[in-house]
C-alpha cells in the first residue's frame, strides 16, 4: 500500500517568509511524527499527535515553529519567518498505535518514515 | 544528551556477517530496545526490535546483554544493499525517537 508522502519534496525560500510543509500519513495510522534532519545526523525530534492532538512540542526549537493535525489525518508544519539555520531535511513518520502489543513484529508502534522535505533557507 | 552510542563507522565484506554494536547505559526497566537504519537518500526504516530476549527476524538478529546496557544486531550475511547508518534507540512507547549519529556501514565486494 501506499507509505507516506510528504511535499513539497524541495522548497527554497528566503529568509523571513512562512513556508507549511505538508505530511500525509499511511491511512488509518493514529500516530504522527515530525522530525528534522540535519546533514549526517539522525533526526531529531519535534513534535507528535495522536489523531488530532498534539501530544507533546517540546522538541519544537521555538515559537515560529508549529504543527496542527485538524483532522486526525493529515498534519502540516509551519515554520513563520524563516531563518537560514532552518534548513534541513523535514521528516514525518506515522505508526499504526501507541503502547499496545510489542511482542508483535513489527510492533504496531513501529514509525515508517516519508521521503521528506529538504528546506534551503536562502 | 546521546541516549546511545554506537561506533562511527564499520566496514565489511560482501556475505560476510556483520556484528554492530550499540551501548546504552541509561535504559530503563521497561523500554525497548529498537534499530532502525537510513539507507541513502531514503527515511529511516524500522530493522527489529527486543526487550530482553535475543530475536530473530527476516533482516536481521538482536543480541541483547544480561544487564540490557548493550545490544547488538547481526546482519549474518551482508550484502551491497546493507549499506547504510545504523541506528540504534530505546523507546518506553512515549514521545518520539531518539536518534544518535548512528553507524555507517560500509559493505566492500
Known amino acids: 500500500g501506499a507509505g507516506v508522502s510528504q511535499s513539497p519534496r524541495y522548497k527554497v525560500t528566503k529568509r523571513g517568509q512562512d513556508v507549511a510543509l505538508r505530511c500525509d500519513p499511511i491511512?488509518?495510522?493514529?500516530?504522527l511524527y515530525w522530525y528534522r534532519q540535519a546533514l549526517g545526523q539522525g533526526p531529531e525530534f519535534l513534535t507528535y499527535?495522536?489523531?488530532?492532538?498534539?501530544?507533546?512540542k517540546s522538541g519544537l526549537p521555538n515559537d515560529r515553529f508549529s504543527a496542527e493535525r485538524p483532522e486526525g489525518s493529515i498534519s502540516t508544519l509551519t515554520i513563520q519567518r524563516t531563518e537560514q539555520r532552518d534548513s534541513a531535511m523535514y521528516r514525518c513518520?506515522?505508526?499504526?498505535?501507541?503502547?499496545?502489543?510489542?511482542?508483535?513484529?513489527?510492533?504496531?508502534?513501529?514509525?515508517?518514515f516519508g521521503p521528506g522535505t529538504r528546506l534551503t533557507v536562502l | 544528551d546521546a541516549k546511545t552510542t554506537q561506533p562511527n563507522s564499520m566496514e565489511s565484506n560482501e556475505e560476510e556477517p556483520v556484528h554492530l554494536p550499540c551501548n546504552h547505559s541509561?535504559?530503563?526497566?521497561?523500554?525497548?530496545i529498537h534499530w532502525y537504519r537510513q539507507l541513502p537518500s531514503q527515511g529511516p526504516e524500522y530493522v527489529i526490535h527486543?526487550?530482553?530476549s535475543n530475536v530473530n527476524n527476516r533482516m536481521a538478529s538482536l543480541a541483547i546483554a544480561e544487564d540490557r546496557k548493550s545490544s547488538t544486531l547481526i546482519l549474518h550475511r551482508a550484502t551491497l544493499r546493507d549499506a547504510a547508518v545504523y541506528y540504534c534507540?530505546?523507546?518506553?512507547?512515549?514521545?518520539?525517537?531518539?536518534f544518535g549519529k548512528g553507524t555507517h556501514l560500509i559493505i566492500q565486494p
Open positions: 491511512s488509518g495510522h493514529v500516530s
Open positions: 534507540t530505546h523507546w518506553g512507547g512515549a514521545d518520539g525517537l531518539t
Open positions: 513518520a506515522s505508526s499504526l498505535a501507541r503502547g499496545v502489543d510489542r511482542s508483535r513484529e513489527p510492533p504496531p508502534d513501529t514509525q515508517y
Open positions: 499527535f495522536n489523531y488530532e492532538a498534539q501530544q507533546d
Open positions: 527486543g526487550l530482553t
Open positions: 541509561t535504559i530503563s526497566g521497561t523500554d525497548y
